[in-house]
């Protein structure tokens, strides 16, 4: 991890009277006067707190090489073991809430677990298969897991589940992971770098004006015909894992991902920083910013779009009625 002070340190020190540290609360503070003009708009917009400049710049000297080196090499092993459970066999469990989860599930959040606090073991740990604690709300870091998201779609055989991890600093993610073992598509992102597969850059997309958005929506919401009223202005495709249909999205493949019913944080995590880092954006169900690493870890719906689509089908999305027709 790269601090300002060894940042400027090279190059002040060859600089006769050069003093590191006077030079790094110097441009600090030049910076953000900077920046300032940039974030103010987006703080006015999101009605947010206003950003921590200083702490902007230096997220922005961070590259998190290291934790993307272990990430990308846990997740593939992890999505290695899914596949010989997927061939071989694996138990099914139901939750307390009537989910279904299975032994694929738990051995893949074990590797992930082993690998990620091994190297980081000071970090926080929020999963969708591990009990939660307060101990992360303590943390600086916090990865954020959902070990197979689709389960349901592994268990029929189907290539549309994933495994979907994000690092947070602070509220927001700074490196995220989506891995479907079925089509040994790896997408990554670090913040400020753009989005990846499998190692390679991918280019940005835009919705375009004139084709109808392809939007991924819950069967369930489809079968109740929640967003019926909007239907003629959008081609919908049933999702069976949201974490890949972000994934879709950040590619450009579908244009899109929409639901009124509660996410968690382990379900999206990951998904918006690779969207964002496509050029789209996501909001919870009200519209408003998301901020991860809560006491209740969970949004109120969720509205996650690419560059370029449509304002107002994204305000008819906002005004539809939250209850089922």
């Known amino acids: 991890m790269v601090t300002v002070s060894a940042f400027f340190s090279p190059m002040w020190t060859s600089v006769p009277g050069g003093n590191p540290v006077f030079f790094e609360r110097f441009w ?22 206003a950003f921590n400049l200083g702490a902007t710049l230096l997220l922005c000297a961070m590259s998190w090489e290291q934790e993307y080196r272990v990430l990308t090499t846990a997740i593939r092993e992890a999505g290695a073991e899914a596949l010989r459970l997927a061939t071989e066999g694996f ?18 959040n074990d590797i992930l677990m082993d690998r990620l606090l091994g190297h980081f073991p000071h970090d926080g740990w929020l999963s969708e298969e ?17 070990p197979i998201d689709g389960t349901k779609a592994f268990i029929r055989h189907e290539p549309e589940y994933c495994i979907s991890v ?18 040994n598509e790896l997408y990554t992102a670090i913040r400020g770098q753009g989005l990846h597969l499998n190692g390679a850059p991918v280019p940005r997309h ?15 919401e489809l079968h109740v015909g929640r967003f019926r009223s909007i239907e003629p202005q959008m081609t919908s495709r049933p999702m069976r894992s949201i ?3 972000l994934a879709l999205a950040a590619r450009g493949t579908i244009h899109g991902v929409i639901t009124f019913e509660p996410e968690n944080e382990w379900d999206v995590a990951a998904g918006t920083l690779l969207l964002e880092e496509a050029g789209g954006s996501a909001h919870d169900g009200a519209g408003q910013l998301l901020r991860y690493n809560q006491p209740l870890p969970r949004f109120g719906g969720f509205i996650a779009t690419v560059q370029g689509f449509p304002d107002h089908l994204t305000s008819q999305v906002r005004r539809l009625p939250r209850s089922a027709p």
Do not use: C, M
């Open 91 to 108: 138990q099914i469990y139901t939750k307390p809430d009537d989910s279904p989860v299975t032994s694929a599930d738990h051995a893949v």
């Open 130 to 146: 591990t009990p939660d604690t307060e101990a992360r709300l303590t943390k600086p870091r916090v990865w954020v897991i959902d």
């Open 166 to 183: 994000a690092l947070l600093e602070g509220t927001q993610p700074v490196l995220a992971a989506i891995f479907n073992p079925s089509t």
């Open 243 to 245: 974490a890949w249909a």
């Open 28 to 49: 600090t503070s030049f910076i953000d006067a900077l920046l300032v003009r940039r974030f103010s708009r987006e703080v006015k917009r999101s009605k947010e707190p």
């Open 206 to 220: 835009e919705s375009e004006a004139d084709q109808l958005p392809t939007i991924a929506l819950s069967p369930w």
